[in-house]
């Protein structure tokens, strides 16, 4: 009998006009012919519009596309349609436009008759004063991840989520993705989480299928762009990966090339101080599991060197490290020892502490470019930009509340050198504040 039903949906439906629709669903998915039109799994993701914003989401049946939403500036609506891969669910992606910076919008998504419940968010200004954002790297579901969502979840600043790769560990398992999907739903349909592939978004027997059914880049349904763009406050964020080719002469390599040029002259400086690359895998790791790719930094560490990418935030090593400025492997300039400017070398991080089961062999002894490392914590990274003092602060936060790890990028330049007469005068500080405890001592004694 349950057979029989879908069979029989099949058997009235197939004469009708849509005729080439339903051939195609029951070629590609058939089991997407029936099944529930609620919405589940909805997230946002950004163009490189600032006005516009993408939401995504599945159902069990194929169906129409339609997106609701209201601001203080008006109401509007949208449609779309919907596609599947080789998986029970149909996915659907609807583009928002024409929306006010700054101002709250409010949502739902459905068929036209099934409508998901409504959600808010707030389309941010990409020259903002402040724009506060969360990073992760190696999630999954473990019980570690669900603490790092529910971190996320509970962040009321952070506007923005960016994974550098391995993201929901499916594996060939789809019904994993839905339920990675479902879980981040809280916070994926508020804010939009903007992701680089790693390698386990290629899929046994599915290679990207699934990551380029489930996210948008690029505002084409069922494929994607593994190499983009985007502007936040104060940063010039590219996502690369490190699963494609990445070798001088490539499609990516010069997409890396033309982007980096045009976000580092002095005006493109002056708008957004800092250069983020968010990719997959290190070029530096002194963990003993996989390590520095060497390939990757003989690619590209000169081209990030070149066009002063401040950070690069990778993961694939399940630990959280951090290098100085390197090139090379050579660490020239330690900067103000936390605090880093324009003109250093790139800093490296290593993120991969998101929920999947930590590496814990590191390569001894440290490694002179690695500045911090920690191999049996989890936790996310935060990152702040203030753009009246043309800083970016970094932090990383492990599950426990704790946190193990922070440094400050700011716009001018800081050398070692004057690191050591700021040593020197905090020193000071310090002495005097233990002449003054000393006098106080003896004289409660008296
Ligand atoms: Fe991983
Ligand atoms: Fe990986």
Known sequence: MRLLFPLLTILLLAPLAQAQGIAEALQECPSTVTGSSQPEQIHLQITDNPNEMVVVWATEQRGDAVVEWSSETGSSSATGDSYCYNHDKAFHM??????????EVTYRVGDGNVWSS?????????????????SIADHGLSSEALDVTEAIIADSQAQLVTISGDIAYADGNQNIWDEWFATQQESMASIPWVTAVGNHENEPAVGFEAYEHRFDSDQVIESETFWFSRNIPGVHLIFMSTEHEFTPGSTQYNWLQTDLQSANTPDARTERPFIIVIGHKPMYSSNDYHGSEVELRAALETLYVENGVNLVIAGHDHFYERTWPVNGEKVSDKGGGDVFGQGHEPIHLVIGIGGRSAYEELEEPQPEWSAYRENSSYGWTRLVYDDTTRELEFSHHRIDGTIG??????????????????????????????????LGAAFRKK
Not at 94 to 103: I, K, Q, S, Y
Request: cysteine-free.
């Open 94 to 103: 609807v583009l928002m436009n024409d929306l006010t910076l700054g101002e």
């Open 118 to 134: 409504e959600f808010t968010f707030t389309p941010f200004d990409p020259d903002a004063d402040r724009f506060e954002w969360i």
């Open 405 to 438: 790890d922070s440094f400050t990028l700011q716009e001018s330049f800081l050398s070692s050198e004057s690191e050591e007469s700021n040593a020197l005068g905090i020193a000071g500080i310090d002495s005097v504040f233990a002449i003054i405890a000393l």
